[in-house]
């Protein structure tokens, strides 16, 4: 299961997405930090199809984990090349530009 959290704006739509096992982490490597915080990503828990189902209404996302990251690859809305892993956690971050 997937935690998301959707936040609008009159620009934009984000979608934060992290894997369920995940919350409440911390993982350092090197330079980079990632907090998988509850208050940011834990709102409402899906299924990897309904996951993918809020990818159409988002202009920006960030995404936690191998589930979620997994997904979005899947799914084409990440490329495997744009995966960050920071202790073995993907990373990833996408925006759409108008």
Not at 8 to 15: A, E, I, K
Request: overall charge negative; aromatic content about 10%.
């Amino acid at each position: 299961m997937i935690w998301v959290k959707i936040y609008r704006t009159p620009q934009d739509t984000l979608l934060a997405a992290a894997d369920e096992d995940l919350m409440g982490k911390e993982f350092k490597d090197g330079k980079y930090t990632i907090k998988v915080k509850e208050s940011f990503y834990k709102d409402m828990l899906v299924t990897e199809e309904q996951f993918a189902e809020l990818f159409p209404t988002c202009t920006v996302a960030n995404l936690v984990g191998e589930r979620t990251v997994s997904k979005a690859v899947e799914i084409g809305y990440i490329s495997p090349s744009n995966i960050l892993r920071i202790k073995g956690v993907p990373h990833a971050q996408f925006s759409i530009l108008e």
